[in-house]
């Protein structure tokens, strides 16, 4: 059996490259894969918890099933987002973007 | 070493290399590939952590559904600045470390994780030395089990989640939809 230390230890490494990608970037698409990343970092978590904790229950996977829906619709929104502000500001540069700034 | 530890330290780097690459790479499509790779690490690390059911989910949802869209929305946009980005200058020898892979061993890689997952799937027909299992007091999850906990004491999450998509569905069209004047 792998050391639960050993995941634990990827799995912040994983959640650390999406957090990096996700504030390094100015495309807001990169920011998007970024959480991707991160998203699957926390489903790798619950699932491993889930296997050495409690060995018996499914919970931390029913979890992660419910991580990947929200994920899911959530990439899906993101992307229409970025589609709509593609077309009326010709690009999706965050740092370009400030419609919400007062 | 039992042969589960390697497995999991093979697919750790696989996938934390991908990942990397995905965070680094100069253009865009790269990266979604990169992050489409990664995600298939991922799935191989279900398989280890004996979560089967999840790895499939992973395949079908993580590179079926969200990678494929992520390419889609940016491939068909025409936008300069979506497909490459201007690196910023502290960040030059990252690219250059990345540009002295070779290319032949860049195109070999995704056939090798295609190859890595069927091999990992039918690991025990191949012929390999089994992977460990526990014993008898950490018996697996099988897909029933999870299929009893997510439609009884999940139930209501779970229909509240359909609900979600939906709403989702249907704000990503009106979102994405082009104004009509």
Redesign the interface.
């Known amino acids: 059996?792998?050391p639960q230390s050993?995941?634990l230890v990827?799995t912040a490494?994983?959640f650390g490259?999406?957090l990096?990608?996700s504030l390094?970037?100015?495309?807001a698409?990169?920011i998007?894969?970024?959480i991707?990343?991160m998203l699957?970092a926390i489903?790798?978590n619950l699932?491993?918890f889930?296997?050495y904790l409690a060995?018996?229950?499914?919970?931390g996977?029913?979890f992660?099933?419910?991580v990947?829906?929200?994920?899911?619709?959530?990439?899906?929104?993101g992307?229409?987002?970025?589609?709509?502000l593609?077309?009326s500001y010709?690009?999706?540069?965050v740092d370009k973007i400030n419609i919400l700034k007062w | 070493m039992t042969g589960e530890i390697v497995l999991f330290l093979l697919l750790a780097v696989f996938t934390l290399a991908a990942a990397a690459w995905s965070v680094v790479a100069p253009k865009v499509v790269h990266a979604a590939l990169g992050l489409m790779t990664a995600f298939l690490g991922v799935a191989g690390i279900y398989l280890v952590l004996e979560s089967p059911f999840l790895a499939v989910v992973q395949v079908l949802i993580y590179i079926g559904a969200i990678a494929t869209m992520i390419l889609f929305a940016i491939m068909l946009s025409d936008l300069p600045e979506i497909r490459g980005e201007a690196i910023p200058a502290g960040e030059r020898g990252t690219r250059r470390a990345y540009a002295a892979v070779p290319r032949w061993l860049a195109r070999l890689i995704p056939p090798a994780a295609g190859l890595a997952f069927l091999l990992l799937i039918r690991w025990e027909e191949v012929g390999l030395p089994a992977l460990s299992r526990p014993g008898p007091a950490g018996a697996p999850i099988e897909i029933e089990d999870l299929a009893r906990l997510l439609f009884n004491q999940y139930a209501l999450p779970f229909e509240a989640l359909s609900v979600l998509i939906l709403s989702a569905l249907i704000g990503a069209l009106v979102l994405a939809r082009k104004e009509s004047e």
Do not use: C, H, P, Y
Not at chain 1, 55 to 59: F, L
Not at chain 1, 90 to 93: D, L, M, R, T, V
């Open positions: 059996m792998v050993w995941v990827f490494a994983l490259l999406g990096w990608g390094r970037a100015t495309n698409v990169r998007l894969m970024g991707e990343l699957n489903n790798v699932v491993a889930n296997r060995d018996q229950a499914g919970q996977q029913v992660a099933l419910f990947m829906t929200i994920a899911a619709a959530e990439a899906a929104v992307l229409a987002i970025f589609v709509s593609a077309r010709k690009g999706i540069n």
